[in-house]
């Protein structure tokens, strides 16, 4: 095998070894990168969820005020809270991936919603009768709906306490994975030079000190090097360029 051979066989298992640790890199940061986005949506869901809740009982507060007061500003309060409301269950159908529990959740909310129509349009809520078995017909449905979403809640704290779990055992192996890259590196470094100085350095000062020796006049010097590439044949050359000049100087 040629010299050149040698170093482009050596810097190629080099530079494949790096490629597979990058490779490893980037799939272990693309599982990071998945990880984060499952956090940052159960994150999102779970603010989604109080922001929900927080509005049905603002919901909840306003048509019970109105119905025992018939105060305006309840009744402003409903629709502003109202509105609320279905932004917050809309922007929870863009991160929530369980369409059938959405779907559920959203006939629930939209059933209290038509309930408490009745009370905020009726002008003269106060000690009407039906107005207060409406009333209480919402707090019982209110209670089932923050039950789910309460539950629904859970899951999603849940889903981001696995993805701190997984981070963890992430970080774990990605410290284990850099430090067998560190490793592996070194070891390929040391390799590298080893093999550069036995390809090169000792032929090349073998060569030196064979041209040293004999330019003091010891002629029955020789290299004697037993390789296949370009250093070896130069040697072989070498040493019968000075078996000549010596049969030569002995004629």
Known sequence: MTLRSKLSLMFSIVFLLIAVLSVGSMLIFARLSEQMGSLRSGSEESRLYNELDRNLGDIIDAVKGWGLTADPKYKKQYFKKTSAARDSFGNLITVHRSKE???ILGKDIQHIIDISET???NRAPVGDPEVIERLQHIDTIALDIIKNIDDMQGQSTNKIL????????IKKKLFYYHSGLIILISLAAVFLIISIRKAISIPFNEL????ELISKGEMSYRIGMDRDDEFGIVAKRFDNMVTELESSTQR
């Open 162 to 169: 696995n993805v701190a779990k997984v981070g963890d055992d």
């Open 208 to 211: 030196l000190k064979a041209t």
């Open 119 to 121: 009370v905020i349009r």
């Open 101 to 103: 529990e959405l779907d």
